[in-house]
């Protein structure tokens, strides 16, 4: 599931499946985006709450165990991406 995710972290950082995203496209790429992870859109009801779902789910798997690839270093960040 390539979600994006990081302390602070934005859907605009990742590509989605298939492609890049694109600022003119954000709020259906990023509601599609949500819903492949298997989120209920109802309760998300701004865009900044469905920008948050992704980081948000990407902080659970990271907490719970699974399995990640994380890019970048210690000094200066990273990003951490579910497998």
């Given at each position: ?61 990271v907490a719970t165990g699974g399995a990640c690839v994380s890019y970048g270093e210690p000094q200066t960040g990273w990003i951490v991406v579910p497998?």
């Amino acid at each position: 599931m390539p979600l994006c995710g990081a302390g602070e972290g934005g859907p605009h950082r990742c590509p989605l499946r298939g492609g890049q995203a694109q600022a003119s496209q954000k709020r259906t790429q990023r509601r599609e985006l949500v819903q492949q992870a298997g989120i209920d859109l109802a309760p998300l009801t701004s865009i900044d709450w469905i920008d948050a779902a992704p980081c948000a789910l990407t902080a659970q798997i990271v907490a719970t165990g699974g399995a990640c690839v994380s890019y970048g270093e210690p000094q200066t960040g990273w990003i951490v991406v579910p497998n």
